[in-house]
């Protein structure tokens, strides 16, 4: 894992941190890398167990959040087949491999897939000041939910995050994976892996719902994830293959 083989140089006291605002990873969504992780550049003491903390760490954060996108990503894809369809079409005419996988520049210019599977841009904002040791819970689901930020909040639908529509979403009313500092240190990893998983699905499959599937979905707002009460039924009809 990269983190880690950084961490290791860090640790020599090796890392030298390069300006990548040009690098290609930054069309893979609007989210960008915290300013205050990009001027972090002082030496700091880094213990072996620091660095199985992280690894650990990765690990249990990026394992259920991804797997939970990518079902609630599917079963909506499933609910509304129109969607399905343009997305469908955007995967398989993008261009790929000679051995058929996609590849990681095809994947970042899909605009479709990143408005499944999107998130908008951050303004600056006047900050406010909370007194250290104060426990602060935000309610990301509601905010999400929030009629006044987003109109008919229950229907999907990625046209919230054409290029158009995205610039009129308030700051700080969507962020799924938290906002700085202390943001989410996996979001391009997961943004990646979660349209790399549904656009190779999309593209051998259908994606349809179960008649075990409850709708409206029943979810469990306990823990960290939320999880449908009775579970995610859904089927893959496989496409059928031009000859
Ligand atoms: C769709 C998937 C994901 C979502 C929605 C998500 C969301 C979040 C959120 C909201 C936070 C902030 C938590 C807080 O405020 O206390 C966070 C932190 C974190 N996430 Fe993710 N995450 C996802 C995937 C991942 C992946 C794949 C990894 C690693 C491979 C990862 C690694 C981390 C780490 C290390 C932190 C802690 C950052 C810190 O405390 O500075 N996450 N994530």
Redesign the pocket.
């Known amino acids: 894992m990269d983190i880690i083989y950084l961490l290791l140089e860090a640790q020599k006291g090796q890392l030298n941190y390069e300006d990548q605002s040009d690098n290609i990873d930054s069309e893979l969504s609007a989210v960008d890398e915290s300013d205050i992780i990009k001027k972090w550049k002082k030496k700091i003491d880094i213990k072996d167990d620091d660095i199985m903390g992280?690894g650990l760490?990765?690990f249990l954060?990026?394992c259920d959040?991804?797997t939970?996108?990518m079902s609630y990503i599917t079963h909506e894809l499933a609910a509304n087949p129109d969607v399905q369809n343009k997305l469908f079409k955007e995967v398989s005419s993008a261009p790929r491999r000679s051995d058929g996988k996609v590849t990681y520049e095809t994947l970042l210019k899909m605009k479709y897939l990143d408005m499944v599977v999107s998130e908008p841009e951050r303004e600056h904002e006047k900050s406010l000041h909370i007194e250290k040791g104060t426990q602060c819970l935000i309610p990301?689901f509601s905010i999400h939910r929030d009629p006044q930020y987003y109109p008919n909040p229950e229907t999907f639908d990625p046209e919230r995050f054409n290029n158009a529509t995205k610039r009129n979403i308030k700051a700080y009313s969507y962020?799924?994976?938290?906002v700085e500092p202390?943001?989410?240190?996996?979001?391009r990893?997961?943004l990646l892996?979660?349209k790399l998983a549904i656009a190779e699905i999309i593209k051998m499959f259908e994606i349809v719902i179960s008649d075990k599937m409850q709708f409206p979905l029943n979810i469990k707002k306990i823990g960290f994830s939320h999880y449908p009460a009775s579970g995610m039924w859904l089927g893959l009809k496989p496409k059928e293959v031009a000859s």
Do not use: D, H, L, Q
Request: glycine share 12%.
């Open positions: 992280v760490g990765f954060a990026g959040t991804a939970n996108v990301v962020m799924p994976f938290s202390r943001s989410c240190m996996g979001t990893f997961a892996e979660i």
